[in-house]
């Protein structure tokens, strides 16, 4: 998506999608009265089981409430700001799988060395490039670095805004019996038995 004299907010990403809860997952649906600003968007990753992981509540950084999977998503009626002018301009983008550096350079990933010299920059030759121009396939260019100006901050020291971090000693403690306290039915662990017998398994719980 293409809007970059406009913020990226909440409110304008409500205007195209709808979360929803499928078997206990949430995730989001576009709405359809409103414009694709993906064009082929996945539908679905595979190998993702390996990748799923768990946050203590520690890491947090605010006090935030959470949704019980249980409880049903109602569907919300918003209009479209189709007179809006940041709707009108935008243009879609072809859904693409960026390399850790373009997501750096877009102020979407931390990594990169704090004492690094160097900004990661989008170039076709030796010309800076816009960075969006990296979604396109025909784009022929690629990502580089060029020199930090004497007047500039690193470039880690620009990014590391966008990021909440675990405040110290988050983890100094083990999790408390409270975590997941949220969830008073948890659903039963599936195991089989060696006669091949399925057995509902319920997690052990603190007293």
Known sequence: MQVSWHRAEVEKFRAFYQLQRTMGFFSFASRGAAKKILLNPPKSFH?????????????????????????????????????????????????????????????????????????????????????????????????????????EESWYEQIKGNFMYPVAGAFALPPTTTECAQFPKPRPLRSLTSLGKRLSIFPARSQ
């Open 47 to 151: 190998d993702w089981k390996p990748k799923f992981f768990f946050i203590r509540e520690e890491v947090l950084p605010i006090a935030m409430p959470f949704r019980d999977w249980t409880e049903a998503v109602l569907k919300e009626d918003l209009p479209i700001p189709k007179n809006a002018r940041w709707y009108q301009q935008l243009t879609p983008t072809p859904n693409r799988v960026f390399g850790e550096n373009v997501l750096v350079a877009a102020r979407m990933s931390d990594q990169w060395s704090p004492n690094s010299k160097e900004v990661p920059v989008l170039k076709i030759g030796d010309q800076e490039a816009q960075l969006y121009q990296a979604a396109f396939a025909t784009f022929g260019g690629s990502m580089g670095v060029r020199p930090l100006r004497d007047d």
